[in-house]
């Protein structure tokens, strides 16, 4: 009989930039503490334009983290996926100042709905203002939606499995749940462009999303779960997280923080919200059926919370369908309320740090008082408890639905 142990994918290393944390603790924190940090859009150029509030990073030096011959190069959001691949990396005791010793045995998957919009805007506006001379050749590759996973690998010398995920939020789930066949190590992350959300051009964009809350109070344009939601705030910045092998982690003595136990993903098609309801649903079972976890081992539950009523009622719903009873009990909790949504990049599910450990509390809704829903969403303040098992939901705006159940360190023992 084989007494090798089963193969799990553990996280070993987390790097978070967002607007409410520059690191993983600071980040946790806030999360901890139910504060909210939207604010108006104070970036050049935004003011006339109808979304007035997002979820600012602030204080982030770029220069800090990131050589400036990559600086040069990149768009704002390879900036964000570059610094928290490099922290993610620290905390996972790989180091990034020199090339790995197997490179071939390490990749990078990200996850984007864009590329680099307030870079390709500039260059964009030489080119009308001053001629084709003066657009500098990095325009061809700093707007591209595969920067970040590209100049990550350059920078790291990373060899391996390499991809980009391209289904908005849920993207942000479906590139944890990606695995090599034979690598030991493989760092992988989601992020969103964050500098091209809130850039003028990117912006505009965004406009067209009939989802996206145009409400100019800060305390009230996003609230999900409420016969008040009006739609959703968009975020900066994202997380990156190392995850490898269990063995490989043991191995290099380093305690994991994290399973990944298991995932499911599905599509329903574009703002067909009602139809979101059974294809999350199947995401939820099959997430459940991949970790061996049944429903009433869910400790957490980190919604979607997009903030359009048929939204989160289908969301709801999904929730009643694959949880059963259990989706009344279990607590519900979206600190992104506070943040904004970052699209692909959302960091609120990442697993707490050592030093605010999974035991510590059910984190609150920041501006959320009233809900209208069958659901136990935590509300006023955080909760002791003993957290074991999350899981964790989201959906594209394009249509793609996914669940992710994620353990405590290196599995759970039941």
């Not at 520059?22 to 334009?49: F, N, P, Q």
């Not at 145009?214 to 995850?243: H, Q």
């Not at 499911?264 to 294809?279: D, M, P, V, Y």
Request: charged share 25%.
């Amino acid at each position: 009989m084989s007494t090798q142990r089963p193969r799990r994918a553990v996280v070993t290393g987390i790097g978070v930039v967002a607007p409410n944390g520059l690191r993983s603790d600071a980040y946790w924190k806030s999360v901890r503490e139910g504060l909210g940090v939207l604010d108006r859009i104070t970036r050049e150029g935004c003011a006339h334009l109808p979304l007035k509030v997002a979820g600012q990073v602030e204080g982030f030096d770029a220069s800090a983290l990131i050589d400036e011959r990559f600086l040069v190069q990149t768009d704002r959001f390879t900036h964000y996926a570059m610094a928290a691949a490099s922290l993610a990396l620290d905390e996972a005791g790989l180091g990034h100042d020199e090339g790995p010793e197997e490179p071939f045995s390490i990749g990078v998957v990200t996850a984007a709905g864009s590329g680099g919009g307030e870079f390709g805007q500039r260059e964009l506006q030489k080119l009308w203002g001053q001629g084709s001379k003066f657009v500098g050749p990095y325009q061809s590759i700093a707007w591209f939606y595969a920067a970040s996973t590209g100049q990550i690998s350059i920078r790291h010398g990373f060899k391996g499995p390499c991809g980009v995920v391209a289904s908005d939020e849920a993207g942000g789930l479906d590139s944890r749940a990606r695995r090599p066949r034979r690598p030991a190590r493989h760092p992988r992350g989601r992020r969103r462009g964050g500098g091209g959300a809130l850039a003028p051009y990117s912006m505009v964009c965004q406009l067209g999303y009939p989802e996206l809350s145009t409400v100019d109070d800060p305390d009230r344009a996003y609230r999900p779960f409420t016969a008040k939601a009006c739609g959703f705030v968009p975020a900066e910045g994202g997380a990156m997280l190392v995850v490898e092998d269990e063995t490989s982690a043991l191995d290099r003595g380093v305690a994991p923080r994290a399973t990944i136990a298991g995932h499911g993903a599905t599509f329903t098609g574009a703002s067909r919200w009602q139809e979101s309801r059974e294809g999350l649903a199947r995401a939820i079972r099959v997430a459940l059926d991949e970790a061996d976890c049944a429903p009433e081992e869910i400790d957490v539950v980190f919604p979607d919370a997009l903030g359009v009523p048929e939204a989160d009622r289908a969301e709801a719903l999904a929730l009643a369908d694959a949880l059963g009873a259990h989706a009344r009990r279990v607590p519900v909790t979206a600190p992104k309320t506070g943040y904004g949504r970052a699209y692909c990049g959302h960091p609120y599910w990442t697993p707490r740090p050592p030093c605010s450990p999974w035991n510590t509390a059910w984190c609150p809704h920041p501006n959320v008082f009233d809900i209208d829903c069958d659901l136990d969403v935590v509300m006023s303040a955080a909760r002791p408890a003993e957290l074991r098992t999350a899981l964790v939901l989201s959906r594209g705006l394009m249509g793609s639905n996914a669940a992710l159940v994620v353990r405590r360190g290196g599995g759970l023992a039941r």
